[in-house]
């Protein structure tokens, strides 16, 4: 598991060498720049490409983003942070589904300011964690939504999905 754990925060590192020209320039490498902020957005190639890379050392195939799911997952994120609590997670697959996504596949949290944060904390946990490493999944989606007012300040949405009928 440490070897597992190594070998995704060097892909993490390479990834951050990708963007070392923007960070050299005085900018935070998207991973860490804090999502607390009503004009943040989530990098949501960079958040596919760090799933990605885990779900390669895992022996999984890499993701693709899909614009729907993406909206979805924005349409769901703004809703959580609107309502100040996060979802049901069976009810968001439920309209996935309904949207012609095949065994569609979600983490809905709170609280987590940076990509980094988000990804690490779903790792930890085996519920999460479930979702990143899905062998069906082939199609990803990934949003935040910012709330001032909340204990938890941002709501995160992560979709996968096989595929779509």
């Known amino acids: 598991m440490k070897r597992l754990i ?3 925060f060097a892909a993490l590192a390479l990834s951050a060498c990708q963007n070392e ?3 050299q320039s005085g900018r935070t490498p998207s991973f860490y720049v804090s999502l607390a902020d009503a004009q943040a957005q989530v990098d949501a190639a960079m958040a596919r490409d760090m799933i990605g890379a885990y779900r390669g050392n895992n022996g999984l195939r890499p993701l693709t983003l899909d614009p729907d799911l993406q909206a979805a997952a924005q349409a769901e994120a703004d809703a959580m942070a609107i309502a100040d609590r996060p979802s049901s997670a069976e009810a968001f697959k439920g309209r996935l589904a309904a949207m012609g996504y095949v065994a569609p ?3 809905l949290s709170a609280g987590y300011h940076t990509l980094a944060e988000a990804f690490s904390g779903w790792r930890e946990s085996p519920q999460h964690n479930r979702v990143l490493l899905d062998s069906r999944a082939a199609r990803i989606g990934i949003a935040t939504a910012y709330a ?6 941002v709501y995160w949405v992560l979709a996968v999905a096989t595929d779509r009928r």
Do not use: C, D, F, G
């Open 6 to 8: 190594l070998i995704s």
């Open 21 to 23: 020209q923007r960070s």
């Open 148 to 153: 001032p007012n909340s204990k938890y300040k």
């Open 105 to 107: 596949a979600v983490n």
